[in-house]
């Protein structure tokens, strides 16, 4: 069963910062994997995806990387804003299970 | 225009009813799902439909139905509503099982009292 872990599940930083956001999973047999992002009342954005064979994606500010075989994936923020406060989350996918399995978030908050 | 609507936006209700949510995507995605965020933020599938078929029933109580009119809607009927109901429930769609594009809606949030 995949299990998928995020740490820290909060994160407090002063603006300007760059900062590691972790996901871990248990189940290296993934077709690939997304960050999320969501806002308080709202619902998620995605903001990067991976597939299996990737080792990272980059859009911007932003770039996410992906060790299968360690069952590990960081979302790297750079020069990091207030506007980049929200939760991340991580969600693997299984080949063929038309389904996501989501990690429990990092709440980051980025103080001006 | 939004992508993914959902209707209502907030649910209050009591034990015992019967309540649906309303769910339309105008993106021309081939699946969608329905997923139920609980107090703790933990994001958890109910089901996904590909192409109006049920793909995916995560062992959600019987008391849960979704019904898929056409590719567009992905409704969800609950009856007997119970406290423990009480959450946020997300719609979304994707092109296909890869996850490309996934898009969700706002969320719907319902309360059970």
Known sequence: KQEVTQI??????????NLVLNCSFTDSAIYNLQWF?????????????IQSSQRE??????NASLDKSSGRSTLYIAASQPGDSATYLCAVGRSGTYKYIFGTGTRLKVLA | DTAVSQTPKYLVTQMGNDKSIKCEQNLGHDTMYWYKQDSKKF?????SYNNKELIINETVPNRFSPKS??????NLHINSLELGDSAVY???SSQGQEGYGYTFGSGTRLTVV
């Open chain 1, 8 to 17: 820290p599940a909060a994160l407090s930083v002063p603006e300007g910062e």
């Open chain 1, 37 to 49: 992002r969501q806002d308080p009342g709202k619902g998620l954005t995605s903001l990067l995806l």
């Open chain 1, 57 to 62: 994606q980059t859009s911007g500010r932003l």
């Open chain 2, 43 to 47: 994001l958890k599938i109910m089901f």
């Open chain 2, 69 to 74: 009119p056409d590719k567009a809607h992905l």
């Open chain 2, 90 to 92: 997300f719609c979304a």
